[in-house]
């Protein structure tokens, strides 16, 4: 069973940008539709970007359009998202996905198997 660990969270000022991690290990996730989504307290985990298995194909939610860049590295068994123009909104729990039965993009989290502990993005102002 493939684990996910997300690392690269932190503390930023507004307009400020963080790189996440995801790492896999016990398998690899060369055939994985993936994903990052993000849950504040009280809330639903809500999707923020998802990426196919190549890489060549990605979505992302409309708040963050333009701001965020999903990409991977399958030889290195590694999810990034690349976050800019941070805002305060932004703040919240990111967690990293995985879909092991879809080699495609997918917004809704019933679609993923394996999940990362998530890392804290915390946006000050």
């Known amino acids: 069973q493939v684990q996910l660990e997300e690392s690269g969270g932190g503390l930023v000022q507004v307009g400020g940008s963080l790189r996440l991690s995801c790492a896999a290990s016990g398998g690899t996730i060369d055939n994985y539709g993936m994903a990052w989504f993000r849950q504040t307290p009280g809330s639903e985990r809500d999707f923020v970007a998802t990426i196919n298995c190549s890489g060549g194909a990605h979505y992302y939610a409309d708040s963050v359009k333009g701001r965020f860049t999903v990409s991977r590295d399958n030889a290195a068994n590694t999810l990034w998202l690349d976050m800019n123009g941070l805002k305060p909104e932004d703040t919240a729990v990111y967690y990293c996905?995985?879909?092991?039965?879809?080699?495609?993009?997918?917004?809704?989290?019933?679609?993923?198997?394996?999940w990362g502990r998530g890392t804290q993005v915390t946006v000050s102002s």
């Open positions: 996905a995985a879909n092991k039965d879809y080699s495609g993009t997918a917004k809704k989290s019933k679609r993923y198997d394996y």
